[in-house]
């Protein structure tokens, strides 16, 4: 439960492995919505690849922002996880309930350029089909969190649909 100084729960990685998807849900206003991310979610990266998540989510993450997000995470993040999504306001009211990838790098710094798909920014929104693929390319170190959020800027609007995933 939160603090009555309004900190968020802390979050536990323990049993979160390099292969799983972190995501915190934040908006718990339409469980229908929630359900099509869930679904979304458990799709298949690739043909024969299981897509693998961990939900966070309880009162105590309600309304909670990407930086209070980042705080309650712990010191020591396993290597691979370069990235938490989470499940907002936004998510709930958009039709593709796109998450929000937020870069769990403390380094990482927005590069805008007007060129599509040569910017990035440490915060994208991401299709829940594409979570699997994003967090299995991290994991094996194919690519990098820069190639999907240059996928993003490159959107019209802004939102990483995946690479396998037809359009």
């Not at 298949?44 to 922002?65: F, K, L, M, R």
């Not at 929000?100 to 990482?108: C, Q, R």
């Not at 190639?147 to 990483?160: N, T, V």
């Given at each position: 439960m939160a603090s009555l100084h309004g900190r968020r729960p802390a979050v536990d990685l323990d049993q979160v492995t390099?292969?799983?998807?972190v995501v915190i849900r934040t908006d718990c206003s339409d469980d229908?919505?929630?359900?099509?991310?869930?679904?979304?979610l458990r799709q298949?990266?690739?043909?024969?690849?299981?897509?693998?998540?961990?939900?966070?989510?309880?009162?105590?993450?309600?309304?909670?922002?990407a930086d209070e997000v980042l705080a309650a995470l712990p010191d020591h993040l396993p290597d691979l996880h370069d990235v938490v999504f989470l499940a907002d306001a936004d998510t709930m009211c958009d039709e593709q309930?796109?998450?929000?990838?937020?870069?769990?790098?403390?380094?990482?710094?927005?590069?805008?350029?007007?060129?599509?798909g040569l910017g990035f920014t440490s915060r994208?929104?991401?299709?829940?089909?594409?979570?699997?693929?994003m967090v299995g390319n991290l994991a094996i170190a194919n690519m990098d969190?820069?190639?999907?959020?240059?996928?993003?800027?490159?959107?019209?609007?802004?939102?990483?649909r995946g690479f396998l995933t037809p359009e």
């Open positions: 390099e292969w799983d998807a229908g919505a929630w359900e099509r991310v869930a679904a979304g298949p990266w690739a043909e024969g690849v299981e897509s693998s998540w961990h939900a966070v989510e309880g009162a105590g993450w309600a309304g909670a922002d309930n796109s998450l929000l990838a937020v870069s769990t790098d403390p380094d990482m710094r927005d590069e805008e350029h007007e060129i599509p994208f929104r991401i299709l829940p089909t594409a979570v699997a693929e969190y820069e190639d999907f959020s240059s996928s993003a800027h490159g959107d019209p609007q802004r939102i990483h």
